[in-house]
């Protein structure tokens, strides 16, 4: 219904609806639901689209609302109660997930040429899940916002059917990133959506304890320490999610930190830190830092090496700062020279390839469950939810020359250096 703006949309709409291999039909009776976009330009516009959709709800009754006046959620619902879901103008993705979680495309592997859980570049048994695109932030050494522009989520329920998707097709561990996870759903108001006829909230706690219940690992990547984190740490205590945060901070100097305009910055993170230890013990934290950034003294170095030393964090990666074309902290004055930046960061990972080492010695002894990644004659190279890969250490298993990838082992860690584990197998 309404302008040739709501024409090209359902145009849109209809391509895809085509070529993910429905069938489009032109009566209410063939159809197995019906998608009714609407126009809320003028008073009779509004009468027009209900009336639509009431035909469609009688004639049929499978009915999705999208167009303008699906922007007023509540004045559809309160007409016609029975409607599956409403979205609002462009929302192509949502109408798209709305449809999915309705009338879920069946996959024919004979016919189709892509697999339902997508073309994966990573093993069988983990996959990234990019729960949203852009950032809202303006970190000065960055340049990502003016590539790829600010926080756009995608819907929960597009989210969570790729995560089922995934799941089903053997994936173990979920590894959920976004340039600012926990900041999904802020563009969005927070907006309720739906999974398996769930209404969710699209908000980082939400997705992550829906995410919980699919029995993969669950990891997050890219969580700024706002508040509204402290509500994921009791899913970690009750392993609902893995005790693990990707959390990068970059420095620990408060000057440093405002210079660079991060996320959070005036959070009070040492004790944030300690309040998710005392929630959730076993908690490991990943983070990466900034050496050199323009104007760093020498005084504000020894505050990131007494802040790693306080935080004890137990990965850590780190970079010499190196001026990004068109990032605003090219301009800033104080450009540390570049033997001195690569002599802070020597002493930096120095310091902390020690901090590592002690807390991998903490481990001995104990048993974990892990995950393996490959297996050789010697044994299994796996890695416990401290681990994630491609970043992190790993745990070498003795013997566990049966083990496949995919495979979680519960082990016994008898030794370990910097960065890696040595565990042999112990029964189940
Ligand atoms: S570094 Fe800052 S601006 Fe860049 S993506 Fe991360 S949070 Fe956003």
Same mark, same amino acid.
């Given at each position: 219904m309404g302008c040739p703006k709501a024409l090209v949309d359902s145009e849109r709409i209809l391509t895809q609806i085509r070529a993910e291999g429905y069938r489009v039909v032109s009566s209410?009776?063939?159809?197995?639901?019906?998608?009714? @976009?609407?126009?809320?330009?003028?008073?009779?516009?509004?009468?027009?689209?209900?009336?639509?959709?009431?035909?469609?709800?009688?004639?049929?009754?499978?009915?999705?609302?999208?167009?303008?006046?699906?922007?007023?959620?509540?004045?559809?619902?309160?007409?016609?109660?029975?409607?599956?879901a409403v979205t609002g103008p462009h929302a192509y993705e949502e109408v798209m997930c709305a449809i999915h979680e309705h009338l879920p495309p069946p996959h024919d592997p004979y016919a189709s040429l892509v697999p339902s859980q997508g073309v994966k570049l990573t093993p069988r048994h983990y996959a990234y899940l990019k729960i949203s695109e852009g950032c809202n932030h303006r970190c000065t050494f960055c340049i990502i916002p003016g590539m790829r522009g600010d926080l756009v989520s995608r819907p929960i329920g597009e989210v969570m059917d790729e995560a089922e998707n995934l799941v089903k097709a053997g994936v173990r561990e979920l590894l959920i990133i976004a340039q600012d996870?926990?900041?999904?759903?802020?563009?969005?108001g927070y907006r309720t959506g739906f999974w398996r006829g769930r209404p969710l909230k699209s @908000?980082?706690?939400?997705?992550?304890?829906?995410?919980?219940?699919?029995?993969?690992?669950?990891?997050l990547h890219y969580v700024y320490p706002y508040?509204?984190?402290?509500?994921?740490?009791?899913?970690?205590?009750?392993?609902?999610?893995?005790?693990?945060?990707?959390?990068?901070?970059?420095?620990?100097?408060?000057?440093?930190?405002?210079?660079?305009?991060?996320?959070?910055?005036?959070?009070?993170?040492?004790?944030?830190?300690?309040?998710?230890?005392?929630?959730?013990?076993?908690?490991?934290?990943?983070s990466t830092f900034i050496v050199g950034f323009p104007g760093e003294t020498e005084e504000d170095f020894e505050l990131l090496l007494e802040f790693i030393e306080e935080a004890m964090l137990d990965r850590v990666g780190a970079f010499a700062y190196s001026p990004v074309e068109g990032a605003?902290?090219?301009?800033?004055?104080?450009?540390?020279?570049?033997?001195?930046?690569?002599?802070?960061?020597?002493?930096?990972?120095?310091?902390?390839?020690?901090?590592?080492?002690?807390?991998?010695?903490?481990?001995?002894?104990?048993?974990?469950?892990?995950?393996?990644?490959?297996?050789?004659?010697?044994?299994?190279?796996?890695?416990?939810?401290?681990?994630?890969?491609?970043?992190?250490?790993?745990?070498?298993?003795?013997?566990?020359?049966?083990?496949?990838?995919?495979?979680?082992? @519960?082990?016994?860690?008898?030794?370990?250096?910097?960065?890696?584990?040595?565990?042999?197998?112990?029964?189940?």
């Open positions: 209410y009776q063939d159809a197995d639901l019906v998608v009714v @976009n609407t126009c809320g330009f003028i008073d009779a516009a509004v009468e027009e689209s209900l009336d639509a959709i009431g035909e469609a709800l009688s004639q049929n009754g499978r009915v999705i609302v999208t167009g303008c006046l699906g922007a007023d959620d509540g004045r559809i619902r309160k007409t016609h109660p029975s409607v599956l996870t926990s900041a999904y759903g802020v563009d969005e @908000n980082i706690q939400t997705l992550a304890e829906a995410l919980g219940e699919l029995g993969a690992w669950v990891r508040p509204h984190v402290d509500a994921l740490i009791p899913l970690m205590a009750e392993g609902k999610i893995l005790s693990y945060l990707d959390m990068p901070l970059q420095h620990g100097s408060p000057r440093i930190l405002k210079a660079m305009r991060r996320p959070a910055a005036a959070e009070k993170v040492l004790e944030r830190i300690q309040r998710w230890r005392a929630q959730c013990p076993d908690l490991t934290l990943r605003a902290a090219n301009a800033l004055p104080g450009a540390v020279p570049e033997a001195v930046k690569q002599e802070r960061l020597e002493r930096f990972m120095a310091r902390q390839a020690e901090i590592s080492a002690a807390r991998l010695q903490g481990k001995i002894g104990r048993r974990l469950q892990v995950l393996v990644d490959e297996v050789g004659e010697a044994g299994a190279t796996a890695r416990s939810i401290s681990d994630a890969p491609e970043i992190d250490g790993l745990v070498f298993v003795d013997g566990a020359c049966n083990a496949r990838p995919g495979d979680f082992l @519960n082990v016994e860690v008898i030794d370990a250096d910097a960065h890696d584990l040595w565990a042999k197998i112990v029964p189940g």
